[in-house]
């Protein structure tokens, strides 16, 4: 099949939304199909590299990237938060020009939007009049109100967000068209999914929105034999969202007769104020912050430790959840949005989201029950395990091409399963 990609966000060096947006266009074309990726300039120069210097080669008709500037102006404007905006939607539009053109000596089988992964910034691409997929997308998931107080600056991160979001839903038409138009819309969360139903959505279908390479995975689950320190990892950016603050204020309540230790890996706009927190919960002695650190390096981090531990109050899902599941690592988080939808009951505690104090309460009784029964942690990590081999970039692109064989009912589709490849950061 000839498909084409929207990818905004492409880079094979960086994790999150570029590495999703390569991985899509990139194991599609190992499938045997041709692909043509609409993105930015941002990635070209890693995205040259890769294919350059990967030890599996492509022929270059297999896979095209096609580089999609914005004019001088917007990308002076895109230093700024509403200039990120502007740049989007204007890339948006000059992707469809570039795809209106090329599909005049193109025929394409499918188009398929992969990031961003946003349901209210929508899409131009369904114009082309071509069997559409779009997603995986977020963005129907909010913060729950009542924890408010742990969100610094909750007015600009989640009250200006949920009013951009109505104001597209609802005087954007083309959030509305992308949804009626779209043959497939694929949804992080169920909350995503009833949004894009009421939005008008003909087949919605729930798809994490990330995944790993085979390469990823330790050959077996890693034997972490128990020791006298229960070992707890938090890694993100450091976002007001992500609510470290909630996971500190949680380890303050933890029995003291429990030995517990916990590491912080991540930087962001909330660094300087991550000593400060450690010192206010009388954490300083049973907490270390590492900063950030590479992609690698924090594999190497999950498998150092005894229990991922993590209490986003918004996020579509969360790549970490999948990192620390592929390798064995037992989870503590809340249960809501992607980490409700995705991640196995076996693998996890997901405590209920309820108000600060009883959530914190919760996730303290969690740790105390994982340092008291190492032998459910162990079992935990097998169901993480088990359910995160499902997720590989392989597995991902099979299904999606098996929901989507029937857009072209006349061919013969093969579909091949390619040779593992070297780490490429996850999504």
Request: aromatic fraction near 12%; include cysteine; proline fraction near 7%.
């Amino acid at each position: 099949m000839n498909a084409l990609l929207s990818a905004y966000a492409c880079n094979p060096a960086h994790g999150g939304e570029d590495s999703n947006g390569f991985n899509w266009a990139w194991q599609t074309a190992r499938r045997g199909h041709r692909v043509w990726c609409l993105t930015t300039p941002d990635g070209q120069a890693n995205i040259t590299a890769f294919l350059a210097t990967h030890e599996v080669k492509l022929p270059a008709e297999q896979l095209r990237f096609l580089f999609v500037a914005v004019p001088a102006w917007v990308q002076f404007l895109y230093r700024w938060q509403f200039g990120v905006y502007l740049h989007y939607l204007v890339w948006q539009y000059q992707a469809w020009r570039q795809a209106r053109h090329l599909s005049q000596t193109v025929t394409f089988d499918y188009v398929h939007h992969v990031t961003y992964g946003s349901l209210q910034m929508g899409s131009w691409l369904w114009r082309l009049g071509k069997p559409f997929v779009f997603g995986p997308v977020g963005g129907g998931q909010q913060a729950p109100a009542a924890f408010r107080p742990l969100i610094p600056g909750w007015f600009k991160t989640e009250t200006l967000r949920n009013a951009i979001s109505w104001l597209l839903m609802t005087f954007d038409p083309n959030v509305r068209q992308t949804l009626r138009h779209a043959t497939l819309v694929l949804a992080a969360n169920s909350e995503t999914a009833a949004l894009a139903r009421r939005l008008g959505a003909r087949r919605v279908e729930l798809f994490l929105d990330t995944g790993l390479p085979e390469s990823y995975f330790p050959e077996t689950i890693p034997a972490r034999p128990p020791g006298p320190v229960l070992r707890l990892l938090w890694l993100a950016r450091l976002y007001p969202r992500k609510a470290l603050v909630l996971v500190l204020d949680a380890l303050a309540r933890v029995n003291p007769r429990v030995a517990f230790h916990l590491t912080i890996v991540g930087d962001g706009p909330l660094g300087q104020q991550v000593p400060g927190w450690i010192a206010q919960y009388g954490l300083t002695d049973r907490v270390t912050w590492r900063g950030a650190v590479p992609w690698l390096e924090a594999r190497a981090a999950f498998l150092e430790h005894d229990v991922f531990l993590f209490g986003s109050l918004r996020d579509s899902f969360a790549s970490q959840f999948l990192e620390a599941m592929a390798t064995g690592l037992p989870i503590v988080t809340l249960d809501h949005q992607g980490a409700h939808d995705f991640i196995p009951a076996a693998g996890a505690i997901k405590v209920p989201v309820t108000t600060p104090e009883a959530t914190a309460n919760a996730l303290a009784r969690a740790v105390e029950y994982l340092h008291d029964h190492p032998a459910a942690r162990h079992t935990m990590g097998q169901a993480g395990y088990r359910f995160a081999r499902t997720q590989t970039w392989a597995a991902r692109t099979y299904r999606l091409l098996k929901l989507t064989a029937h857009l072209v009912p006349a061919r013969r589709v093969r579909y091949h399963r390619p040779p593992a490849l070297p780490l490429v950061p996850a999504g």
